[in-house]
């Protein structure tokens, strides 16, 4: 059975710091998805990365992904408070090389950015 | 674009009571999820659909059932609701495409008493 487990599950920040959140999982896979919840909302897609090595930045989030290790992060820089949010990474089995989609979420990491 | 829509947004049900969660997409994608999503957790994939016709179990599909006619439509069934299936559900879908993202609604939130 796949696990995904990330960490921390709570983070409080200040604003301007930078942080790491990271996600784990039990089985080989090299396609990984970080999401964003903002609360009562729904889930927005924010990375894919389909690579070991890929790494892929928007604004002040950077994510990265290790195969081997299986592993990834996403790294907050300088946080603001517009980042405060929950963020899930999801694991995708590959059936024979097939994606079907199925993702295994993480339990999710609630960010707090205050001043 | 209206992307994903799930109806209803909110639902309370009495235990024993039956329902069904309503998803369209309009953007011709084959591939479908159902998702729940409980208080402070990550989501749970209850059912899928690779196109129309097609379906299949995920983690939790106990209590659901789904059909595929169309493209467009994949509704979850709940039949004799029970407490623990008091949850967020968000429907999915994506391109066939072997990579990308899922397209997430916003999210049904049903209540059994």
């Known amino acids: 059975e796949l696990k995904v487990e990330q960490n921390p599950l709570f983070l409080s920040m200040q604003e301007g710091k930078n942080y790491t959140i990271y996600c784990n999982y039990s089985?080989?896979?090299?396609?990984l998805y970080w999401y964003r919840q903002d609360p009562g909302k729904s889930l927005e897609s924010l990375f894919v990365?389909?690579?070991?090595?890929a790494v892929k930045q928007e604004g002040r989030l950077m994510a990265s992904l290790d195969t081997k290790a299986r592993l990834s992060t996403l790294h907050i820089t300088a946080a603001v408070h517009d980042l405060s949010a929950t963020y899930f990474c999801?694991?995708?089995?590959?059936?024979?090389?097939?994606?079907?989609?199925?993702?295994?979420f993480g339990q999710g990491t609630i960010l707090t950015v205050h001043p | 674009n209206a992307g994903v829509t799930q109806t209803p947004k909110f639902r309370i049900l009495k235990i024993g009571q039956s329902m069904t969660l309503q998803c369209a997409q309009d953007?011709?994608?084959?591939?479908m999820y159902w998702y729940r999503q409980d208080p402070g957790m990550g989501l749970k994939l209850i059912y899928y659909?690779?196109?129309?016709?097609?379906?299949d179990k995920g983690e939790v599909p106990n209590g659901y059932n789904v059909s595929r006619s169309t493209t467009e439509d994949f509704p979850l069934r709940l039949e004799l609701a029970a407490p623990s299936q008091t949850s967020v559900y968000f429907c999915?879908?994506?391109?066939?495409?072997?990579?990308?993202?899922?397209?997430f609604g916003e999210g049904s939130r049903l209540t059994v008493l």
């Open positions: 999915a879908s994506r391109y066939t495409q072997n990579t990308g993202e899922l397209f």
């Open positions: 089985t080989t896979s090299d396609r």
């Open positions: 990365l389909l690579s070991n090595g």
């Open positions: 999801a694991v995708d089995i590959s059936a024979g090389g097939t994606s079907y989609g199925k993702l295994t």
């Open positions: 953007m011709n994608h084959n591939y």
């Open positions: 659909s690779v196109g129309a016709g097609i379906t």
